[in-house]
């Protein structure tokens, strides 16, 4: 064991990788940083928020290099004592976060095709850690595990009971420890200290999706059987009517590859604007009169606040509205829009709250005589992924001296 023992923990999406560097025993964060632009001509690495510096080479593996490098310039490199991976997708097989082993990454794999946009690369990001840092424990951390407690009729989808039955099609949810983190820290809050609370919470991001928590547990989740499902996202379309697609193919003959691509990488907020999938591109391009960019925005919002209305239904009481994720979190329009749509339900937000920068950490935004408290809790999956990672990790040293 090294003396001064961290925790490296490892985010690998479809066009970046994520990592943080967590103290092992203060689990303070002590290095942070992502590396954009995987397999593109323009790969940059930026360290702790600092100046993004271009990296020659830009797969996984190079990216890995650079972060390894970044942590051998800090002394930190033999110090990495656990290693804490985002898996997108545990299908059937993985309730909760698993020590990796060479058999885990094949069951991985197996389930990868449901998530391709995350699995193969959160995998290329395992073979690479596990390359180069042999002998250290890593830990899968899957988005999935949260959600194992929704129940039949939340998870079913209206097809035949026998797909379900031999095919294991059903919906799974992800974003897991993000909603995982959020619904512990709401727990914590003042106002809903105590109380066995029924949250909803919105992670929105790239990909987004909402959440029903009561008493602590995910109860109903609008990502499905893949990412695909439920809301409007960067580039992914959300719900679609089925039938629609099948015109589609017949009408334009696109095969259903094409049609899953166009899905997941040409639509949301990207497809609907014609202009990007970031949502500050968007709202810049709204207050400079582009109709598009603001047609796209108020979709995207339509579709969030239905969504938090149906997911209200799975709870016994809807005490908490809680949003996190970097538009959740950043988007001060967002929000506003977002609860504008929520009148109903007695839902009203204090502007001068809702207008606070999210460097003020959690905070209210719904106003005193708000029907339901509504926050903005800053979301660390890093956090999560380095305390299982830290937990399991230890247990398989603890296995290996009994
Ligand atoms: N200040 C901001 N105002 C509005 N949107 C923001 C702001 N900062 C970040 N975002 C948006 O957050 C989204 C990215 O969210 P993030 O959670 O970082 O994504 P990922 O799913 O890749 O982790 C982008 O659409 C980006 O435009
Ligand atoms: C599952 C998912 O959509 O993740 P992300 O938001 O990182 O794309
Ligand atoms: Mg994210």
């Not at 893949?226 to 696109?254: H, K, N, S, Y």
């Not at 829009?337 to 606070?356: C, P, Q, S, T, W």
Request: hydrophobic share 40%; with cysteine; glycine share 10%.
């Amino acid at each position: 064991m090294n003396e001064y023992p961290v925790i490296l923990t490892i985010n690998c999406g479809s066009s970046s990788v994520k990592f943080s560097v967590l103290d092992e025993i203060s689990m303070e964060p002590l290095l942070a940083g992502i590396c954009e632009g995987i397999n593109t001509e323009a790969t940059t690495l930026i360290v702790n928020s600092g100046e993004p510096v271009k990296l020659a080479h830009s797969d996984y593996e190079d990216a890995l290099a650079a972060i390894a490098l970044e942590l051998e310039k800090r002394n930190l490199i033999e110090c990495v004592a656990y290693i804490g991976h985002r898996i997108a997708h545990g299908g059937a097989i993985f309730g909760e976060s698993v020590l990796l082993t060479d058999e885990v990454v094949e069951q991985i794999r197996a389930v990868s095709p449901l998530a391709p946009l995350h699995n193969y690369a959160n995998l290329s990001g395992v073979a690479s850690a596990r390359l180069r840092f042999p002998g250290v424990p890593q830990v899968a951390v899957f988005d999935t595990s949260f959600h194992q407690t929704i129940s039949p009729e939340a998870y079913l989808y209206g097809l035949p009971y026998s797909y379900f039955k031999e095919h294991g099609v059903r919906r799974y949810g992800f974003h897991g420890t993000s909603h995982r983190y959020v619904s512990m820290q709401a727990a914590e809050l003042p106002e809903l200290k105590g109380v066995s609370s029924g949250l909803v919470i919105a992670h929105l991001g790239n990909g987004a999706s909402v959440c029903a928590v009561a008493g602590g547990q995910s109860v109903d989740t609008s990502m499905g059987m893949t990412p695909l499902e439920g809301l409007i996202m960067g580039t992914r379309c959300g719900d679609v009517d089925f039938g629609a697609m099948v015109w589609l193919a017949r009408q334009t003959g696109q095969s259903l590859d094409d049609l899953e691509q166009v899905a997941n990488t040409e639509s949301g907020l990207l497809g609907l604007s014609g202009i990007s999938s970031d949502l500050r591109t968007l709202e810049k391009a709204w207050r400079e009169g582009d109709a598009r960019a603001e047609l796209a925005i108020n979709t995207f919002v339509h579709r969030i606040a239905r969504a938090i209305g149906g997911h209200a239904t799975s709870l016994p009481r809807f005490d908490g509205l809680i949003f996190t994720g970097g538009i959740g979190e950043n988007s001060v329009l967002i929000r506003r829009l977002v609860i504008k749509h929520l009148r109903v339900f007695g839902i009203e937000m204090d502007e001068e709250k809702n207008a606070r920068p999210n460097s003020d950490g959690e905070r209210i935004i719904s106003s005193e005589s708000s029907a339901v408290l509504c926050a903005v809790i800053p979301t660390n999956e890093e956090k999560m992924i380095a305390f299982d990672a830290r937990r399991l990790g230890k247990a398989s040293h603890l296995a290996e001296f009994a």
